[in-house]
């Protein structure tokens, strides 16, 4: 069965980027139009997808190239199987959701960079090829297309960073490009050690290897030293690219030197590709089958995954300028986020351990990307609309700016996890998980990282609610109050993730049971979601 | 032992690209160099790639009927990388520009005094 509309969601994006310059050139603030009608389409695409995946019950494949290429036989040593030759897209139960996910926020923070900036052709086009790139990762089925994916990714965000004001962005920017492309390389040298040991790169096809599938292979390849390498490499890789402690260290620049809008984008976003992307390949490819041989290797991931968490959350209380504080509460967050994916496939998981630590994987990454960007479009308002950028600055700020402040606080409370939000919800599945796999030291750290979070963000909520703000804002006050540079979209974007992070607190069991045939594959040890 | 790396002399000499590359990556102050070390890394990787393609005796994969051939799907794969790894080295190098632009300076640790002063 083939489904171009894969292929349409991750072209379109591309396409449009060039559009988007092309018609700059006619009339010069032509580019967020192009943008808005290129991504409201995209929209319509996902939805179209979403709805097939998830109401359809179907499984979408496409595979690139037409005829020549597709399932094909193989023979080796009179041993025939069915391989798959050719790049292979695939929409299913878990790529569903973040595909969703890329193209509601695309098109939230573009109303949000309306106003705030920054504007200009390029800007709008490299947002664009960014959002495409975003698509492939989540779409593709096959491990060196997902190396290109993230690469265009990385290009996209190195350019989006640097495009700040001062010249402190290209410097953050720089940083984060060698440590990132250092990242990605060790990803590549992951896949190829794989590669060499099975002679596919297609997931589906990969992880039948390791299981010793073709006859060509003498049993399950699980104990290789190759591939229990490649599963180290990969996941140092993926874990630079998605900010775990101690590969965190590009995040904190590259998030507080970016201009508000890219903050918005990427913090809700690239981090979050990479942890899907790790997601799929522990869960799909490597399999519980795997870690049941390798259970050493889990664990150090695992045991990474609670430091971060730990270290993540310190870190941000210590900080002063409001953005770093959300950036290193990301390093927390995904620390939770990468615990969760390994108790899914961990030896001592039962199946309900592995359902609620899947369950609890989707809502916490959905959940984050709502609430991080959520608080760093408020951070944006603030620092537009009132200057304020550091916590000091903070005091007071609560009776001039109402909404935006209370939605910087339902989001603050929110990634605490107090309920009924997301961020209670995602926490919540992920510390039943735990629980359920008797891992009580990650269920330690998980109750502990609420506490933790609190840390950072009562002292934001105190400065902003409860201190007076006479001292630091004398007489200034009086001439910010008109606050020309504070748009309804920009304070809007705020508002939205707010709303968002409550309902959907409401909907998590709604959310979560969207992956139940992701669940039961893992739990199957099965190559591909089913529907 | 010693067999072992005879055949497989290409192995060693893609680990010491690789070592060589990340070396000058974390050692080096200067930028460009830095960038410098990010490409032997990856060349390294490459040239992994193409040492793993070698088949002893078979020849470039032209297909032409039977026979041995190298196979072509690393070399495809190291095509790709090349590209992405052209582009980030440009994306490298124009930041660069503008940091050099604007400070003066290409060595990360009067960088990092410019910056405090500031």
Known sequence: ?531 | MIEAYANRYTYVLVAALVAIGLYILIASQNLVKKIIGLSIFQTGIFLFFITAAFVEGGSSPVIDGEGLYASPLPQVIVLTAIVVGVALTAVALALIVRIYSEYGTLDEETLREVRADE
């Not at chain 1, 979050?272 to 992307?277: C, E, K, N, P």
């Not at chain 1, 790790?278 to 799909?284: S, V």
Request: proline share 3%; aromatic share 10%.
């Open chain 1, 1 to 531: 069965m083939s489904d171009s509309l894969l292929g349409l969601v991750i072209v379109l994006p591309l396409l449009g980027s060039a559009v988007s310059l092309g018609a700059g050139l006619i009339r010069n603030h032509a580019g967020w139009w192009v943008a808005a009608a290129i991504l409201a389409v995209e929209a319509a695409l996902t939805a179209r997808l979403a709805y097939a995946i998830y109401v359809g019950g179907d499984r979408l494949v496409h595979i690139l190239g037409g005829e020549t290429f597709g399932r094909k036989e193989i023979t080796v040593d009179g041993g025939t199987t069915n391989f798959t030759v050719g790049i292979e897209l695939v929409g299913d139960a878990l790529s569903g959701l973040v595909v969703v996910l890329i193209a509601a926020v695309a098109l939230g923070v573009l109303a949000y960079s309306r106003h705030a900036g920054p504007r200009g052709n390029i800007f709008y086009a490299v947002y664009l090829i960014m959002t495409g790139g975003l698509m492939g990762v989540a779409l593709t089925g096959d491990l060196f297309n997902l190396f290109v994916f993230l690469e265009i990714v990385g290009l996209a965000t190195y350019a989006l960073v640097s495009t700040g004001r001062g010249v402190e962005s290209a410097v953050a920017s720089l940083k984060y490009l060698v440590v990132g492309t250092t990242g990605a390389s060790i990803y590549l040298i992951g896949v190829g050690y794989v590669f060499l040991e099975t002679g596919a790169l297609n997931m589906v096809d990969v992880s039948r290897s390791l299981a010793g599938e073709p006859p060509w292979f003498d049993g399950a390849l699980y104990s290789e030293p190759l591939v229990v390498a490649g599963f180290g490499f990969i996941a140092v890789g993926l874990a630079t690219k998605s900010a775990i402690f101690p590969l965190h260290t590009w995040q904190p620049d590259a998030y507080s030197e970016a201009p508000d809008a890219v903050t918005v984008y990427i913090s809700a976003l690239a981090s979050t590709s990479s942890a899907y992307a790790f997601a799929r390949i522990t869960w799909m490819v490597f399999t519980p089958d795997f870690f049941a041989v390798n259970r050493r290797l889990l664990e150090a991931v695992l045991v990474l995954a609670c430091v971060s968490v730990v270290v993540g959350s310190a870190l941000a209380a210590m900080q002063r300028r409001v953005k770093r504080v959300f950036a290193y509460s990301s390093v927390a967050q995904f620390g939770l986020i990468f615990a969760a994916i390994c108790i899914a496939v961990h030896p001592a998981a039962g199946e309900r351990a592995t359902q609620f630590a899947v369950y609890g994987t989707a809502v916490h990454l959905v959940g984050h990307a709502v609430i991080k960007s959520g608080l760093f479009a408020a951070a944006g308002s603030l620092a537009s609309g009132e200057g304020a950028r550091k916590l000091e600055e903070y005091a007071g700020l609560a009776s001039r700016r109402p909404f935006v402040a209370g939605s910087m606080a339902v989001l603050g409370l929110s990634l605490v996890g107090v309920p009924p939000s997301v961020g209670f919800v995602g926490k919540w599945y992920i510390g039943v998980g735990a629980v359920n796999a008797e891992l009580w030291a990650v269920v330690a750290v998980i109750f502990a990282s609420t506490v933790l979070s609190l840390l950072y963000t009562a002292q934001l909520l105190e400065k902003l609610y409860f201190s007076s703000d006479i001292e630091t804002h004398p007489m200034e006050s009086v001439v910010a109050d008109g606050g020309e540079a504070l748009s309804y979209g920009m304070a809007g974007v705020g508002v939205t993730a707010a709303i968002l992070a409550v309902s959907l607190g409401f909907l998590g069991a709604d959310l979560a049971s969207l992956l139940d045939p992701v669940w039961q594959a893992v739990a199957e040890s099965a190559p591909e979601v089913t529907a």
